[in-house]
């Protein structure tokens, strides 16, 4: 079955103490992957695509990277203002252009 | 340059009643796309719209209906309404038939059913 699995749940960081959020999919013919943050009550904001195998992306303090397998959300030095859902999604196939999102991570960065 | 607007942002209704809410897309963005969101889950995709026909479909039962107006604007309705139904409903739009293209999400409406 077509899936895209987030971990972990739910991660809790001091400020300043890097770590990394983890995205695997099970999809065949992978057209993009996409990274969105999400704060409560809101609808999700754009973060990056990634297309290829070896991509990476960077913003601020957020760099996303991309296996066959699956995506790394890494956070450099985190503030709190960072804290947030962030929701990994997948396109895929030929004729399908709908996403396929994961549950989210729910990052709290603590002063 | 206004984002995605949906409306309205919080609407309480009964079980067995019919809502409609309401998305303007992206200036430049032709395609619309509709999204469940239940609490702690990842949004579940409902329908998208592009040429004012629906063009594709999630798992989502019939009483889930839409359309597309020719200023690329969209409604989602739902009849019969169920507790379930309960969720933060997001609109996403994207240019071109969104193959390949990320998408801009509204803030959503929140639908509490009682």
């Known amino acids: 079955e077509d899936q895209v699995t987030q971990s972990p749940e739910a991660l809790r960081l001091q400020e300043g103490e890097s770590s990394s959020l983890n995205c695997s999919y099970t999809?065949?013919?992978?057209?993009?992957l996409f990274w969105y943050r999400q704060d409560p009550g809101k609808g999700p904001e754009f973060l990056f695509t990634?297309?290829?195998a070896g991509e990476e992306k960077e913003k601020e303090r957020l760099k996303a990277t991309l296996t066959k397998k699956e995506s790394f959300l890494h956070i450099t030095a985190p503030k709190p203002e960072d804290s947030a859902t962030y929701l990994c999604?997948?396109?895929?196939?030929?004729?399908?252009?709908?996403?396929?999102f994961g549950t989210g991570t729910l990052l709290a960065v603590q002063p | 340059d206004a984002g995605v607007t949906q409306s309205p942002t919080h609407l309480i209704k009964t079980r067995g009643q019919q809502v409609t809410l309401r998305c303007s897309p992206k200036s430049g963005h032709d395609t619309v796309s509709w999204y469940q969101q239940a609490l702690g889950q990842g949004p579940q995709f409902i329908f998208q719209y592009y040429e004012e026909e629906e063009r594709q479909r999630g798992n989502f039962p019939d009483r889930f209906s839409g359309h597309q107006f020719p200023n690329y604007s969209s409604e989602l309705n739902v009849n019969a309404l169920l507790l379930g139904d309960s969720a933060l409903y997001l609109c996403?739009?994207?240019?071109?038939?969104?193959?390949?293209?990320?998408?801009?999400f509204g803030s959503g409406t929140r639908l509490t059913v009682v």
């Open positions: 996403a739009s994207t240019p071109r038939g969104g193959l390949g293209y990320g998408y801009t």
């Open positions: 999604a997948v396109q895929y196939g030929g004729a399908t252009n709908k996403l396929i």
């Open positions: 990634l297309y290829s």
């Open positions: 999809v065949s013919g992978l057209r993009g």
